[in-house]
């Protein structure tokens, strides 16, 4: 690629004025959409790469550039070593350990570097960004162990990897399957970099791994919240729950709008359910938190999330290396944009607020299995309770699952440690924050799954009376994955079904047709 290429409808434009969105990050990370380099960045590259080899000839001191790294800073390199610093680089910070990362992560790790480097402030040549590109465009899969970032210098040793096998060295995943870099980039016509002055530095120092997995988590926490929603309000409507706490005049009091949203979904979604209706003369005079409370706990869960998309989708078009280059200026700058606090705070919190979500979704669960007083569902949901034991053991794995969350939702940012040598004293742990809430977001899945075959299976047990026609066709979609059950089972496989149903957004549309009714537009955050 030595000129730029013609922009194909649907490509992501790497280096562009217009700013990364999150569903950019998704459809590359995940459908292997088109990358390419904008036009306009051409220009931003060359320039930057200029003012980066007219100072190194002129002798001046550039951190990690004529100088050494981290608390090395003050020694100087000659100008013999300029390259073997920054092969050196490379190679040392690879340190990373554990299971490989998902080749989704990765992949959106290579996006949003690319985008960085391309932005013309990182003083790489053009090869550097266009071989980061190729690999994309060939689905060139870098290995990159997923622990070893404090999420302060950068994700360092993350990067590192991917940088590694940039110059030939390391593995890339190819046909799910590994190889050697050197091997996959050969047989790729493919030539390895040989690193000149910044550019290793700057392949190392960015917050891309941080960014880039709390891009996906945020569009699968959007879509698990809408799945969560819709579960809800299927479990309020078989547990003849009332619909007076959904009064507007109510929500108007606390002055919250998410609040209002979900109160005004709920209305909807069970307003011409036969349900509803069969119990209208009822004594009950108030439900328990889990249903009557649906729009103040799920509408606190939508705010928390707004929170979070908006510093991702914030930080999918930051430029995050160090030093960085103004050309305009002349000038080169060390600062510190490869901090990962601004990630890390979201991060942390998106893992508390997924907990929350799966755990008000777990209570359900327990009340489901256990109603009592007059109308009451059969224990467990069982056909026959004592010869069989129905759905009873699918609260015993949400409850797992939610003790899990609440251990892991413990913040990794305020156990920050320092490294070189005091250099770095300060640490985001943005990295650990973003993996565990991968966890987090698994669990919660699986818990809402469960949630929703309990729901199925009340709803079932209710006939012959039907609930609403959205929340019938929510009955439908689980059924497309889950079939009835008719006598005891392990139910183990149809709970991963459900949650792969929920992760792939076969609830999406059931939930947009909803939102359409009481035009509340969503649950969707920031940059959706």
């Known amino acids: 690629m030595q000129a730029p290429i013609a922009t194909t409808a649907g490509d992501v434009l790497v280096g562009s004025d217009a700013p990364l969105q999150l569903d950019d990050v998704v459809r590359v990370a995940r459908l292997r959409t088109g990358v390419r380099i904008a036009d306009t960045a051409f220009a931003r ?14 002798g001046r001191a550039i951190y990690g550039v004529t100088t050494g790294l981290g608390d090395l800073s003050h020694v100087r390199v000659s100008e013999a070593d300029l390259l073997a610093l920054q092969a050196n680089l490379v190679e040392s910070h690879a340190t ?20 960085s480097l391309a932005k013309g402030f990182s003083g790489v040549r053009l090869a550097v960004v266009e071989l980061l590109v190729e690999l994309l465009e060939r689905d060139l899969v870098p290995v990159i162990p997923s622990r070893g970032s404090v999420g302060a210098s950068g994700d360092l040793a993350p990067l590192a990897h991917l940088a590694r096998t940039l110059c030939g060295s390391g593995e890339i995943r190819r046909d799910g399957a590994s190889v050697p870099s050197g091997r996959a980039l050969g047989d790729a016509n493919l030539r390895p970099l040989v690193l000149e002055p910044k550019e290793g530095l700057a392949l190392v120092n960015g917050t891309h791994l941080m960014a880039g997995a709390g891009a996906l988590l945020v569009h699968d926490a959007l879509r698990l919240a809408r799945a969560a929603e819709l579960v809800s309000i299927l479990s309020a409507d078989v547990l003849l729950a009332s619909v007076a706490p959904m009064d507007p005049r109510i929500h108007e009091l606390r002055r919250r709008a ?8 709920v209305r909807a979604a069970v307003g011409s359910s036969q349900l509803l209706a069969s119990h209208a003369d009822c004594a009950r005079v108030q439900d328990a938190y889990t249903v009557r409370c649906i729009p103040q706990v799920l509408g606190a869960v939508l705010e928390a999330l707004d929170y979070v998309s908006a510093a991702i989708v914030t930080e999918l078009d930051a430029v995050t290396d160090n030093p960085l280059c103004f050309p305009e200026d002349g000038d080169v ?7 990962g606090q601004p990630l890390a705070l979201p991060l942390d919190h998106l893992a508390v607020l997924l907990t929350e979500l799966a755990a008000f979704s777990e209570r359900r669960t327990y009340r489901l299995l256990s109603d009592r007083g007059e109308d009451a569902l059969p224990p467990f949901l069982a056909t026959q309770p004592g010869t069989s034991s129905g759905l009873m053991l699918l609260q015993y794995t949400a409850a797992a699952l939610v003790a899990e969350s609440q251990v892991l939702s413990h913040p990794a940012g305020t156990a920050s440690l320092p490294t070189s040598a005091g250099q770095e004293d300060f640490n985001s742990m ?13 669990n919660a899945q699986r818990v809402v799954a469960i949630e929703a075959l309990c729901a199925a299976r009340a709803l079932e047990l209710r006939r012959p009376l039907r ?11 689980i059924r497309g994955v889950s079939p009835p059950l008719t006598a005891d089972r392990s139910l183990a496989a149809d709970i991963e079904a459900v949650s792969a149903a929920i992760a792939a957004g076969v609830l999406d549309d059931v939930h947009a047709a909803l939102c359409g009714e009481t035009g509340t537009g969503g649950s969707d955050g920031a940059g959706r």
Request: no cysteine.
């Open 430 to 442: 943005g990295a650990t924050a973003a993996l565990k809430a991968r966890q987090v977001l698994a």
């Open 467 to 477: 609930s609403s026609a959205v929340l019938e066709e929510l009955h439908r979609r």
């Open 258 to 265: 998410r609040q209002s949203e979900v109160a005004a979904r």
């Open 96 to 115: 990373g350990v554990g299971e490989p990362l998902e080749d989704e992560v990765v992949r959106a790790i290579m996006l949003l570097l690319a985008n």
């Open 45 to 58: 590259i060359r320039a930057a790469r200029a003012l980066v080899e007219e100072l190194t000839a002129s």
């Open 333 to 339: 700058v060390s600062g510190g944009n490869f901090h």
